[in-house]
């Protein structure tokens, strides 16, 4: 298998960077075969590549939760004045969109 | 025809400030952080959907419809705010992951004690500021194509097109925008416990 690989001018064993790069884009679409072979692999030696991958679940998590609480936060509001500016604004282009 | 109410005439564009405003403008600031931004995309949705009333289909709500042009209005700031930065994906420019990773290819020292400290412990009050700060320190095309992708789950087939990138140049925005935030997050918060 090993001199399958070195015949393809390929590395015998991938570094963290590379697989870093893997693990990555496995949150966007599923692995092809031998990639998925190689990371899992990699991940069953590698705490710190496992770490990283936790990690990048973890953060879609959170940012997912917190963002979503932030647009329901009754407490975030236009300013008094904001509100009354951007309404005058469209009160006045209400008249010109009729025709 | 009398007595039909078009779809157009459904929609009540004096009130939508009142109704509408907040909801559009924490839409924005949650995930641009940028008020004076906010403000400016609100005025623009309510425009935009002025001059194009007679598409309303009465399909969806008033509410949803006027979503909808707030979202591309927001993908549209964020592809034109980025245009003009280059990628970093050049030969000439150091690739950002060399802080990460030595020339082997290995985690740096520095980076795994950051590493080996879960996310998970991080509770709601540390999140925000942490988060806000690490978000600021990113590309702009970058932090888009996290907000994108992460909390608004758009296909990476759609962020190409909203972004004007191309898949493999959208995969590597991702995973700098991914490992940098996650490195900057935990460095930040374990700094804070101290």
Known sequence: MNKNKQAMGRPVMRSCKEISKLVSSSLDRPLP????????MHLKMCRLCNAFGRDLLRLRTLARHRITEKENDPSIQMEPDAKIRVQSTVNRNVGRADS | MTGTVTHEQRLNPEKWVEDYGDLLFRYVVSRMRDRELAEELVQQTFLAALANRQQYTGAGSEKGWLMSILKRKMIDHVRLQSR??????????????????????????????????????????????VFEKCMAGLPDKQAGAFMLREVDDRKTE???????????????????????LANCMKTRWLHEQE
């Open chain 2, 158 to 180: 759609q962020i190409c097109k909203d972004l004007d990138v191309s898949p493999s140049n959208l995969w590597v925005l991702l995973h700098r925008a991914r490992t940098r």
């Open chain 2, 84 to 129: 003009t930065q280059p990628l970093e994906v050049d030969e000439v420019s150091p690739d950002p992951m060399d802080q990460f990773f030595d020339r082997r290819g290995r985690w740096r020292q520095n980076v795994r004690d950051a590493l080996l400290h879960p996310l998970d412990s991080i509770d709601r009050e540390e999140f925000w500021p």
């Open chain 1, 33 to 40: 075969f031998r990639e998925k072979i190689e990371v899992w």
